[in-house]
């Protein structure tokens, strides 16, 4: 049982390049949520979905998109990279609102 | 709004017992989660509390109380493998998560 997987693990940006971080749970959840970690700090809520074609922003959306097409999958794009976008991603998902969050192991984005 | 406090940092010896304090403002509260999250790797869910009192779960604890706005996580028996850092999240009615930035626990021989 695989649970959340993200790619890349690790990915280096310059300046104004665009990216996607894709996120795919294998258990069938129908909440997914993608956070970012700054060093040191912890996590912050950027987008959430609480099933296929609905997404909603959480606390620190901006210079983020999400989309949701299918259960499994919850990509999430950054168009134009700037350097306060240098963080740890992590995905997460949940069978519902009352189920523990199950994290995927993370992408760390350098921008430069 | 959220706000989510806990120690940055706390160092204890193997074999002893810890405990993490952590203090919520949370609207719309509605549980509190404690997370183990070893340096580089994503985070493990430790225990989960709604109702006030004492969750225990093999070496760990985890006690809410909803009036004060207060949790702390108890860790017994330390090993050298707890040395992590530990986050307390509030969950709020909407099913989101507000989290603390985590207390780096240091577990010495």
């Known amino acids: 049982n695989a649970g959340v997987t993200q790619t890349p693990k690790f990915r280096i940006l310059k300046i104004g390049q665009s990216m996607t971080l894709q996120c795919t749970q294998d258990?069938?959840?129908?909440?997914m949520y993608w956070y970012r970690q700054d060093p040191g700090m912890g996590l912050k809520l950027i987008y959430y979905?609480?099933?296929?074609?609905?997404?909603d922003k959480g606390e620190v959306p901006n210079g983020y998109n999400v989309s949701r097409s299918t259960t499994e999958d919850f990509p999430l794009r950054l168009e134009l990279a700037a350097p306060s976008q240098t963080s740890v991603y992590f995905c997460?998902?949940?069978?519902?609102?009352?189920?523990?969050?199950?994290f995927g192991p993370g992408t760390r984005l350098l921008v430069l | 709004g959220q706000n989510i406090d806990q120690p940055t940092e706390m160092t204890a010896t193997e074999g002893a017992i810890v405990q993490i304090n952590c203090t919520y403002q949370?609207?719309?509260?509605?549980?509190l989660f404690w997370y183990q999250q070893h340096a580089g790797e994503a985070p493990t869910f430790l225990s989960y509390?709604?109702?006030?009192g004492l969750e225990e779960k093999g070496r760990f604890s985890s006690f809410l109380s909803r009036s004060k706005g207060y949790s702390y996580l108890l860790l017994k028996e330390l090993q050298m493998k707890d040395s992590a850092s530990y986050l307390c999240?509030?969950?709020?009615?909407?099913?989101?998560?507000?989290f603390g930035g985590g207390t780096r626990l240091m577990v010495k021989p």
């Open positions: 997460a998902s949940s069978a519902g609102t009352v189920e523990t969050q199950y």
């Open positions: 258990m069938n959840h129908n909440y």
């Open positions: 979905s609480v099933g296929a074609g609905i997404t």
């Open positions: 949370t609207s719309g509260f509605n549980g």
């Open positions: 509390n709604v109702l006030d």
């Open positions: 999240a509030a969950r709020n009615a909407g099913n989101m998560l507000t």
